[in-house]
């Protein structure tokens, strides 16, 4: 998942990286010369300017809640494309290449790598060498990871390029496992050399230290592993990539330095994540200098709603499937919804339905977010008026470090009771969930076994579970759309005749003013269904869709050097 971090930073150190980004970013991998004072040459003069240029690097990478107005929509929702949101009109793959793409740059790389190549020419000593360079060797591996998750192959670049050397600069992608071996021996390298705390920089949790570091190793190799072991491209790979995630993540259970907050809910609408014991890193805002609009959307606008597939995954308070729990109380009214059910249920959708044609602040399905509404600032203007929002938002936490923990050693055969006990059961614990327990390689309450009803036949019920569990924990927090890419799964996200196309139970009698609503079958009580029209219908069973193609321009360029640039199957 492409994630970024507002880190408060002198504005000299913006003016002074922006500048030197100006003078290092050029089209196709070329460094040009800068036209005033301000030189390649120059920079590298202490370690304070090195700082200052990796700056350059978070708001590509740690996004948070985005600037502006709806900047968020793209990377924190996470794609359109998953079971968790309905619209009217749902998301589409393209069905045609597109002539140029942004996503297929090279410019962070050639940051990277330049920053690579210039940090052993600062003066100062082999300690602050290494860090900066496992920084740099960090970023150049976020990047990487980002471009294979999006296109598989690409092209591997280790070093700076001359910009005459053609032979060089147009090569062939690389082989998706060559490029992950080389971001792995980057993560590797970062790990061992990145500082464990940098005072320098700020407070903790606004820059990339050693646990930030480890945290994003264990989401991109748990990613990595289950893509390519669920699209069967290695299982060996497959194996060392979870067994990497699994590491990471045990790494910093290990450690002890960070621990669940109490309320689940003040990590999503805090005004401040300073300090908060989960939060290995986070993009701070603040009001009047940085805000966003993702407050005002869950709190006075019309909403892309939650589906009937996100609510019913919640558990009843018994730890069991409402497939099967005595405790079940239905879904015919919201107040029946919300009843004996996991508290992340009401802690993430507001207990009223909200129907179009009744109020502005619709949702699709009936039902709304609630997961980051302050209440201390609905009514003022910087929590419920335009792009004024300054809560701020998690990038990694430790929360999601457990589940990663978790699923990677589920995926490799290896889960215990005490792997549990030390990771999902503490996030059930939060809230005062029962513990999943391991009874005979099932799943188990209490010491009873079962099985949903529900599961897809395909994957085993214990690990049914865990990605329950992840789902629900992780609830619009933008990871549903990559985990249905990586497990194979995007069907799950169709749309005729499914769950991902539902929403609240509703008997028209009882809404008579909700005219816009269309329920399930043209009947007056039963779903609502989002988006109805056969034509707006959304089917993924084309293998091609779990890749984006590769641009037609990129393709001709190469070719003009006489380098076949080859496209993605399918397209």
């Not at 147009?170 to 705390?197: G, H, I, K």
């Not at 570091?213 to 669920?230: D, H, N, P, Q």
């Amino acid at each position: 998942m492409k994630s970024t971090v507002l880190m408060k930073i002198p504005a000299w150190g913006l003016i002074v990286a922006a500048l030197l980004l100006a003078a290092c970013d050029a089209d196709e991998f070329l460094t040009k010369p800068p036209l005033d004072e301000l030189t390649d040459e120059n920079y590298w003069s202490s370690e304070n300017n090195v700082r200052t240029f990796a700056y350059g690097f978070y708001t590509d990478h740690f996004e948070g809640y985005g600037t502006g107005y709806f900047s968020w929509g793209g990377s924190f929702w996470g794609d359109g494309i998953n079971d968790d949101f309905a619209k009217f009109v749902p998301d589409q793959y393209p069905t045609t290449v597109p002539n140029s793409s942004g996503e297929w740059s090279f410019d962070n790389i050639r940051r990277a790598n330049l920053m690579i190549d210039r940090v052993s020419e600062v003066p100062m000593d082999e300690e602050a060498v290494d860090h900066w360079t496992g920084i740099a060797r960090f970023f150049r591996a976020m990047e990487y990871a980002d471009k294979v998750n999006t296109f598989g192959d690409f092209p591997w670049y280790g070093e700076v390029i001359d910009e005459t050397n053609t032979e060089q600069l147009f090569r062939p992608r690389s082989p998706r496992t060559q490029v992950m071996d080389s971001v792995l021996a980057d993560f590797t390298f970062a790990y061992e050399n990145v500082r464990a705390t940098d005072p320098l920089t700020g407070p903790e949790g606004l820059v990339v230290t050693r646990d930030v570091v480890l945290a994003f190793m264990s989401r991109i190799f748990l990613f990595e592993g289950t893509y390519i072991k669920y699209h069967d491209i290695d299982p060996g790979k497959a194996t060392e990539y979870l067994e990497a995630a699994q590491w990471a993540a045990n790494q910093l259970i290990d450690a002890g330095n960070y621990r669940l907050h109490d309320n689940y809910r003040t990590l999503f609408n805090a005004l401040s994540l300073s300090g908060n014991p989960e939060v290995i890193l986070y993009r701070a805002y603040d009001s009047g200098e940085i805000t966003h609009s993702l407050h005002t959307y869950v709190n006075v606008e019309a909403q892309n709603g939650i589906t009937k597939s996100a609510i019913d995954a919640y558990l009843a308070e018994d730890g069991l499937p409402v497939s099967v729990s005595p405790l079940y109380d239905g879904d015919r009214s919201i107040d029946e919804v919300m009843t004996n059910r996991d508290p992340r249920l009401p802690a993430s959708i507001v207990d009223e339905l909200r129907l179009t044609g009744l109020r502005s602040d619709y949702s699709t399905t009936g039902y709304s977010s609630f997961k980051f509404f302050n209440e201390s600032i609905a009514n003022s203007p910087e929590g419920g008026n335009s792009n004024f929002n300054p809560t701020d938002a998690v990038e990694v936490r430790y929360g999601e470090v457990l589940l990663n923990y978790a699923e990677a050693t589920a995926e490799r055969g290896a889960l215990t009771q005490a792997d549990l006990d030390k990771s999902i059961n503490l996030l059930r614990d939060r809230v005062g969930m029962p513990h999943l327990q391991i009874v005979g390689g099932e799943p188990a309450v209490n010491g009873v076994v079962y099985d949903d009803p529900e599961r897809d036949p395909d994957v085993p019920p214990l690990l049914w579970e865990i990605r329950r569990e992840r789902r629900i924990e992780l609830l619009m927090e933008g990871f549903r759309h990559d985990d249905l890419r990586r497990w194979r799964k995007l069907e799950y996200a169709d749309t005729p005749d499914s769950d991902a196309n539902r929403g609240a139970w509703i008997d028209e009698s009882e809404w008579p003013d909700a005219l816009s609503v269309t329920i399930e079958d043209g009947a007056t009580e039963g779903y609502i269904v989002p988006a109805p029209s056969l034509a707006a219908q959304r089917v993924l069973t084309d293998p091609r869709v779990y890749l984006a193609p590769v641009p037609l321009d990129q393709i001709a360029l190469y070719s003009d050097q006489g380098v076949d640039l080859a496209q993605n199957p399918g397209w």
